[in-house]
């Protein structure tokens, strides 16, 4: 066959999904919380001050968590800021929860992103001379977060799988909800 008479190859779609989770384990895990909803678990932080305003936090056997404030708030812009981190675990949070509901319902994803912004001010420098604020006036006042989610589900799907997972996020409800809260010296 010559090269005017051959067939142009037939286009090939190729979609790769996420690593999947273990579903049979999600299953049982859930059934464990069905059988006793009050069970709780406790995460476990060390952090230590490394000079200025870095930190590092030990969790686990993991690498420390490195934690820093920019330049115009007295750090050494080294990492992202505490705030920053507080964000960072909603997004881990919303992302363990969309890949567990979707993995329930048996959908399979192939991407998966989350944007999220927080409005933050600190005029009270950190109780340390600044502006005298009200503990509820301090912190986030507004977040934002946009989901960028595909997969072999309709869009609908998708936005359901979402609500979801952000209604029983355990980072998003406790950013939503006043919890007890004890700082004493060790």
């Not at 476990?44 to 404030?69: C, F, I, M």
């Not at 330049?71 to 505490?82: I, N, R, V, W």
């Not at 009270?124 to 946009?146: L, S, Y």
């Amino acid at each position: 066959m010559t090269a005017s008479t051959a067939s142009p190859a037939e286009p090939t779609t190729v979609k790769t999904y996420l690593r999947p989770i273990d579903r049979d384990g999600l299953l049982a895990f859930a059934e464990k919380g069905r059988t006793n909803p009050t069970s709780r678990g406790t995460n476990k932080v060390h952090t230590v001050v490394d000079g200025q305003y870095r930190t590092l936090s030990y969790v686990g056997n993991h690498a420390p968590v490195v934690v820093d404030e920019p330049l115009h708030l007295f750090g050494q812009d080294t990492a992202p800021a505490p705030g920053e981190i507080v964000l960072s675990g909603l997004g881990g949070c919303l992302c363990v929860g969309i890949t567990a509901v979707a993995t329930y319902r048996r959908i399979k994803l192939t991407r998966l992103e989350i944007f999220l912004e927080g409005d933050i001010g600190n005029p009270a420098a950190w109780g340390a001379g600044g502006a005298v604020k009200e503990p509820k006036d301090m912190g986030f006042q507004a977040i934002r977060v946009k989901v960028l989610v595909e997969g072999d589900a309709t869009r609908e799907e998708l936005d359901d799988i979402v609500r979801q997972a952000n209604m029983f996020s355990p980072v998003a409800n406790t950013l939503r909800n006043p919890i007890p809260f004890d700082i004493a010296l060790a």
